[in-house]
């Protein structure tokens, strides 16, 4: 079955450490995206990528890293940068670069302690 | 960045009624998407409009592109508990084509 994978479900880290998350897709699509939520808020775009080797910084890229070199995955680093990075991150993917009908991952749950 | 506003923010209703929500913007957007999200997950999309005016349904919902290309509504007919969940508006406005923008979410409460 086709879809989107990210893992871990739950991921724990202590401060000062970088942790990356992984977000895998078997869809065959241009493009990838990574979301940050709040509690209570909506999606926010931490970084986008439209081709392979290229990606560009969403509203809230401070403290984020990622990479692009292949077609099916887009990992994501937190770093130590990152001043308060406990929340949900989402993955998503979408068949163009227009990003209509995007497809989410189940999601990654990252507590720093 | 774009903001999107939905509103109401959250809902509380019995099982069986029906439900509205809408999205508005400054901004033009050239497609709106209304995905649910279920705890803990990720969302789904639910409906994609493309054309200005376009009515689309999908079961039990019904969502609407706005003629100024500003605004979105969502309809739920008679609600049932698994409707619980939040519900988000999205789309690429023409001042940013390249990323969506999504709004802050609808949370939906269904009473039994």
């Known amino acids: 079955d086709g879809g989107i994978t990210q893992s871990p479900k739950y991921l724990f880290r202590k401060e000062g450490q970088n942790v990356t998350l992984s977000c895998e897709q078997n869809?065959?699509?241009?493009?990838m995206y990574w979301y940050r939520q709040d509690p209570g808020q909506g999606l926010r775009l931490i970084y986008y990528?439209?081709?392979?080797?290229?990606?560009q910084k969403g509203d809230i890229a401070e403290g984020y890293s990622v990479s692009r070199e292949k077609k099916e995955s887009f990992p994501l680093t937190v770093t130590s940068a990152q001043k308060n990075p406990t929340a949900f991150y989402l993955c998503?993917?979408?068949?163009?670069?227009?990003?209509?009908?995007?497809?989410f991952g189940q999601g990654t749950r990252l507590t720093v302690v | 960045g774009q903001q999107l506003n939905q509103s109401p923010q959250s809902m509380f209703i019995q099982e069986g009624e029906d439900v509205s929500m809408n999205c508005t913007s400054s901004?033009?957007?050239?497609?709106w998407l209304w995905y649910k999200q279920d705890p803990g997950e990720g969302p789904v999309l639910l409906i994609a409009?493309?054309?200005?005016?376009e009515l689309t349904s999908n079961g039990r919902l019904t969502a609407q592109f706005g003629i100024t290309r500003k605004d979105s509504f969502l309809n739920i007919s008679a609600s049932i508990p698994s409707d619980v969940g939040i519900y988000f508006c999205?789309?690429?406005?023409?001042?940013?084509?390249?990323?969506?923008?999504f709004g802050d979410g609808t949370t939906l409460t269904v009473k039994p």
């Open positions: 998503a993917s979408s068949i163009g670069t227009v990003p209509t009908e995007a497809f």
């Open positions: 869809l065959n699509h241009d493009a």
């Open positions: 990528s439209q081709i392979v080797n290229d990606f």
């Open positions: 901004s033009i957007f050239n497609t």
């Open positions: 409009l493309y054309k200005a005016g």
């Open positions: 999205a789309g690429p406005s023409e001042l940013n084509a390249g990323k969506s923008t």
